[in-house]
């Protein structure tokens, strides 16, 4: 039994004529399936919730849907027993696509999940942050500062839709980030590292902390990051000139891989940031408010899945 997580609104509204594309072909093969709807945020979370909950036997979970989707259906599992994931990337940022190099389309996608040939234990993210040490899991990516504003940006865009139906959606990501730039203001603070490594930093930007390279609808923030490594891959933008940070956002929004002074990468199982100031927090591009201190940590090799 495959059991489906939709989102019918992912990718400005295509994925829910997707879905129906990839119904008939399930139908046509006659493969027993659950398919369930999201109608609102938080619907994949709670759905993945009742799947696994209390289950032991061995569970088969399709997300259809963006990397915010996949978010949610990684935060509502509850590893009880054995349960492995597929993705059909029907969303515009695809980041966790892009990483693992999955088929643009969606049949194709759909054609390797129900004749697997590989499977890949991921590792995964958790931040913790407020009074309450509320978390939040994330497959591909979690940041705080600049490229937090921007997810939040892009979360209020009411004419976002028309550049993403345009094919325009990764120039919308870069318009944002160029008026996030333009707005930033750099705040002091440290890192601890493996609880022992302490780094003091000035004029923070941003610091985006990678289990998969790219966010932000493919922005190469952290070449070197491996989803099955066991560890975080930390990308640190400060510079005291606001100016020398353009040539980096313009590579790595290009997806190529330089050294930039102002720019610092760092691997660890666990990361403390400590600010000056609150700035925005996203996961997996999800708005996670604003925060002044967070805690995160990999958790490594717990999400199976086909590849």
Same mark, same amino acid.
């Given at each position: 039994?495959? #059991?489906?997580?939709? !989102?019918?609104?992912? $990718?400005?509204?295509?994925?829910?004529?997707?879905?129906?594309?990839?119904?008939?072909?399930?139908?046509?093969?006659?493969?027993?399936?659950?398919?369930?709807?999201?109608?609102?945020?938080?619907?994949?979370?709670?759905?993945?919730?009742? &799947?696994?909950?209390? @289950?032991?036997?061995?569970?088969?979970?399709?997300?259809? +849907?963006?990397?915010?989707?996949? !978010?949610?259906?990684?935060?509502?599992?509850?590893?009880?027993?054995?349960?492995?994931?597929? #993705?059909?990337?029907?969303?515009?940022? !695809?980041?966790?696509?892009?990483?693992?190099?999955?088929? /643009?389309?969606?049949?194709?996608?759909?054609?390797?999940?129900?004749?697997?040939? *590989?499977?890949?234990?991921?590792? *995964?993210?958790?931040?913790?942050?407020?009074?309450?040490?509320?978390?939040?899991?994330?497959?591909?990516?979690? $940041?705080?500062? =600049?490229?937090?504003?921007? @997810?939040?940006? =892009?979360?209020?865009?009411?004419?976002?839709?028309?550049? !993403?139906?345009?094919?325009?959606?990764?120039?919308?990501? +870069?318009?944002?980030?160029?008026?996030?730039? =333009?707005?930033? @203001?750099?705040?002091?603070?440290?890192?601890?590292?493996?609880?022992?490594?302490?780094?003091?930093?000035?004029?923070? *930007?941003?610091?985006?902390?990678?289990?998969?390279?790219?966010?932000? +609808?493919?922005?190469?923030?952290?070449?070197?990051?491996?989803?099955?490594?066991?560890? &975080?891959?930390?990308?640190?933008?400060?510079?005291?000139?606001?100016?020398?940070?353009?040539?980096?956002?313009?590579?790595?929004?290009?997806?190529?891989?330089?050294? #930039?002074?102002?720019?610092?990468?760092?691997?660890?199982?666990?990361?403390?940031?400590?600010?000056?100031?609150?700035?925005?927090?996203?996961?997996?591009?999800?708005?996670?408010?604003?925060?002044?201190?967070?805690?995160? /940590?990999?958790?490594?090799?717990?999400?199976?899945?086909?590849?």
């Amino acid at each position: 039994m495959y #059991y489906f997580i939709v !989102n019918p609104d992912a $990718g400005s509204g295509q994925s829910g004529k997707t879905w129906k594309k990839l119904e008939r072909q399930l139908n046509h093969l006659r493969i027993e399936y659950q398919a369930f709807l999201t109608e609102k945020q938080g619907d994949a979370m709670a759905e993945a919730a009742r &799947l696994t909950e209390g @289950c032991r036997e061995p569970r088969i979970i399709i997300t259809v +849907g963006g990397d915010g989707t996949m !978010n949610e259906v990684l935060d509502g599992l509850v590893f009880c027993g054995p349960v492995t994931l597929g #993705y059909i990337p029907t969303g515009l940022g !695809n980041d966790l696509a892009r990483s693992l190099k999955l088929p /643009r389309k969606p049949s194709r996608c759909l054609k390797k999940i129900l004749n697997p040939k *590989y499977h890949k234990l991921l590792d *995964y993210g958790v931040m913790c942050y407020g009074e309450r040490l509320e978390h939040r899991r994330f497959l591909v990516s979690a $940041g705080i500062g =600049m490229d937090g504003a921007v @997810c939040h940006e =892009m979360a209020d865009l009411k004419w976002q839709q028309t550049f !993403n139906r345009l094919g325009l959606g990764k120039l919308c990501y +870069g318009a944002a980030g160029v008026r996030q730039l =333009m707005a930033a @203001c750099p705040v002091k603070g440290y890192l601890l590292l493996d609880g022992a490594q302490k780094v003091e930093l000035n004029h923070i *930007y941003f610091i985006s902390t990678h289990i998969h390279p790219f966010e932000g +609808g493919g922005f190469k923030f952290a070449p070197s990051a491996d989803p099955c490594d066991g560890k &975080l891959t930390l990308c640190v933008v400060h510079h005291s000139a606001k100016a020398r940070l353009i040539p980096f956002l313009a590579s790595s929004f290009m997806g190529h891989q330089k050294k #930039y002074r102002g720019v610092r990468c760092y691997n660890c199982q666990e990361v403390e940031i400590h600010l000056e100031h609150s700035m925005p927090v996203h996961a997996d591009g999800e708005s996670c408010g604003c925060r002044q201190e967070v805690q995160i /940590r990999c958790i490594p090799g717990k999400v199976r899945m086909i590849v």
